[in-house]
T-cell receptor, first 114, second 110 residues
Framework: NAGVMQNPRHLVRRRGQEARLRCSPM?????VYWYRQLPEEGLKFMVY????????ESGMPKERFSAEFPKEGPSILRIQQVVRGDSAAYFC????????????FGQGTRLTVV | DAKTTQPPSMDCAEGRAANLPCNHS???????VYWYRQIHSQGPQYIIH???NNETNEMASLIITEDRKSSTLILPHATLRDTAVYYC???????????FGTGTLLAVQP
């Protein structure tokens, strides 16, 4: 059973471009969580999604950021018009049902905005 | 905000047991204690969790006090590869996601 897969592992974008980060949960997992880790800082919750639904987006910036988890395919975290402050590691985690339950993390996507 | 308090850093000699404390004095009856670790900016790794009974798996043991206000994660024989930031997290009840605090940086010394 493959773990949580995130791609790309590294992404470089110029200011103003769009970044799309993908997260394929573990097989059988229908819940996905996204976290952001700024350099030298802790993990900050962004959004919690279940298939086709956003459950909790209390950690999402109000502008430029969006997330989806369609019925088929991976979860996508989309950042429009990236700025240098978006440079960070973005991690997703998946679990088979609503918590508390073991949530397993991917290895992250490191976004660099130049 | 995180509902736990952990020391910012600890040292442990290789081969010895590492005991990482965590205070969660406001934990409610239906909330679990979870432990994760993050090795050098890799994805967080699940270690163990418990409600009120002590738990043990192949990685660690979790000791929860009877009043559930604190717990200790025990790595029985620490190795250099156990050097990481360890996070104690309360999850459940009204909290529908993992909220990470600042954790404890465990440095295993040779």
């Amino acid at each position: 059973n493959a773990g949580v897969m995130q791609n790309p592992r590294h992404l470089v974008r110029r200011r103003g471009q769009e970044a799309r980060l993908r997260c394929s949960p573990m097989k059988g997992h229908s819940h996905v969580y996204w976290y952001r880790q700024l350099p030298e800082e802790g993990l900050k919750f962004m959004v919690y999604l279940q298939k086709e639904n956003i459950i909790d987006e209390s950690g999402m910036p109000k502008e430029r950021f969006s997330a989806e988890f369609p019925k088929e395919g991976p979860s996508i975290l989309r950042i429009q018009q990236v700025v240098r402050g978006d440079s960070a590691a973005y991690f997703c985690a998946s679990s088979p049902r609503t918590g508390p339950y073991e949530a397993f993390f991917g290895q992250g996507t490191r976004l660099t905005v130049v | 905000d995180a509902k736990t308090t952990q020391p910012p850093s600890m040292d442990c000699a290789e081969g010895r047991a590492a005991n990482l404390p965590c205070n969660h004095s406001t934990i409610s009856g239906n909330e679990y204690v979870y432990w994760y670790r993050q090795i050098h900016s890799q994805g967080p790794q699940y270690i163990i969790h418990g409600l009120k009974n002590n738990e043990t798996n192949e990685m660690a043991s979790l000791i929860i006090t009877e009043d559930r206000k604190s717990s200790t994660l025990i790595l029985p024989h620490a190795t250099l590869r156990d050097t990481a930031v360890y996070y104690c997290i309360v999850w459940g009840g009204a909290t529908n996601k993992l909220i990470f605090g600042t954790g404890t940086l465990l440095a295993v010394q040779p």
